[in-house]
């Protein structure tokens, strides 16, 4: 039934997307093409390459042939010279496999609009998290950890209804097919080995998600001078626990993943003041299996903007109530109990500089990224970006520290 409900769904997005051409005038469309190379000075257990080279190529369409009506819609095609990418020639709608598509639907939306409700139904990105680097209630928004220190975001397919009356909106979302985050693969460097593992081959095992629905409701209200929502979620967590079992040879482990199903309360506020906006968010994750951890993340940030800075700092947490786990990967949990910061500039219209950092409270762990952006004319773009790892073997951080790297990129928009 849930998977009939998800086809209609997309169905009827794509059905209003083709029927677009006919009100030309509200189509409007961007892309482009962009080109990485990645250098790591260091070989890494089990991977021994030290450059890779990215090809991504997106094209989005936005259209608006009645007032009510909004649809958007992307694809992507993608090439990598590390098997980051799936070698087939199919159109990948769900963005559920351990590899990137080559070809793939990256979102496909209609929007209903009718006084104060907004309805989105397809596959939409979904973020309720107001927090930096940290965001503890984003409970829709997998990411692709492929490059676990530079994850984007993943769309989900839900139908999604705002209601906004005055200074109140409420949030309500239906996801019917879970979306896991795509995780490192297992023979690359950002897979940590188990200890003791050195010379054995690593296994994934065979992808059997959940296949629950997953509900959430987040309300907010915008008062004079701040700001504060709380919300729930009832679901799946994206991220899943691992665990290494003997595979059929004894030079052979089987990695297997599980996604606990949780039940999660949060809530975030902003503060502007004359000096900075201080912002909070924070989230209780109860876990309703038996091999999975309960526990608390919260987030605490000051943000000031003066001139052509932008400046922000804070500090995220971690309670553990029950742990059960050994072993869950969890790049945000693992970024807690440290002091974030960022720093951005813009020098001109063309150009920026931006810092950003995380080091943990014991000083286990540390990573920094710097980066240069440049563009030229109306299409052209370089970015130059280093990242700086290290630490102990035993932190999340430092657990990559021979994952330091320099990334190059030029980008032409369309």
Known sequence: MRRRVLIGCCALALGLACAVPAAAQSLTQRGFVDVGLALFPQEAPGDRTQATLDVLVREELFARPRRWLRVA????????????????????????????????????????????????????FIRWGKADIVTPTDHFAPRDFLTVIDAGFLAVPAARIVAQQGAETLDVVWQPRFTPSRLPLVDQRWTVRPTGSDGVRLLPSALALPTRDQVGARWSHTGDGYEFSVSGFDGINHLPNLVAVPAATVRELLVLRHHPRVRSFGADAAWPTRWFTLKGEAAVFRARDSNADDYVLYV???????????????????????????????????????????????????????????????????????????????????????????????????????????????????
Request: glycine share 12%; charged share 25%; proline share 3%.
């Open 73 to 124: 819609g992307g694809v992507e095609v993608r090439g990598n010279t590390h098997a980051q990418v799936e070698r087939a020639w199919r159109l990948d709608l769900g963005d559920r496999r351990e590899r990137r598509p080559m070809l793939g639907v990256r979102r496909l939306t209609a929007t209903v609009t009718r006084g104060p409700l907004t309805i989105d139904v397809g596959k939409q």
């Open 300 to 414: 605490v940030q000051v943000e000031r903007q003066t001139g052509e800075w932008l400046l922000l700092g804070g500090y995220a947490g971690e309670v553990v109530t029950t742990r059960r786990v050994p072993t869950p990967f969890a790049p945000d949990r693992g970024l807690t109990r440290a002091v974030v910061a960022r720093a951005s500039y813009t020098v001109d219209s063309n150009r920026s500089v931006t810092l950003e950092s995380a080091v943990r409270q014991n000083g286990h762990g540390v990573y920094v990224k710097g980066e240069y952006s440049q563009a030229r004319g109306a299409h052209w773009r370089a970015t130059a970006s280093g990242v700086v790892l290290a630490g102990r073997s035993d932190d999340f951080l430092g657990q990559y520290r021979r994952n330091s790297n320099l990334t190059l990129s030029l980008r032409y928009s369309f």
